[in-house]
């Protein structure tokens, strides 16, 4: 696997820290004044200060409609429902429980979606077959 990084905007960083660290998990990493990294499933996510709107709109997927605006994390079956018990645990609200998609098609998933305390969306998937995740 090759890391990724992405970087994205936040409205504050201990929330941030709080959320990504004590909530999803991550391991912190680097930080500065303005901005602080997270170690996100083996990826460099870089959560930056800043206070301009979030954008609201939404996509359909399958027979959903989902925040447009997202990024996340495919996960082991195991793991990703750990991660709900952990988020359960923490009553931390979905904006979309999670469900099972394209059940019984090419490409069925565990997936659901939640935002961040800056309101950015985030949605974590599993696959059954791992070796789905292309499939069409």
Known sequence: MIPFHMAFAVKDKETTRHFYGEIIGCKVGR?????????????????HINNDPKPQAKSKVGNDM??????????????????????????YAFVMEPKIRFENEP?????????????????FKSFRN???IFEH
Not at 31 to 47: M, P, R
């Open 107 to 123: 490409g069925e998933q565990g997936t659901f979606f939640l935002l961040d305390p800056s309101g950015n969306a985030l949605e």
């Open 130 to 132: 791992p070796d789905a």
């Open 31 to 47: 930080e500065a004044e303005n901005w602080i990294d997270f170690d996100f499933f083996g990826h460099q996510l870089s959560a």
């Open 66 to 91: 989902v925040p447009l605006h997202h990024f996340g994390a495919v996960l082991p079956w195991d793991v990703w429902n750990g991660l709900i018990e952990r988020l359960r645990n923490a009553s």
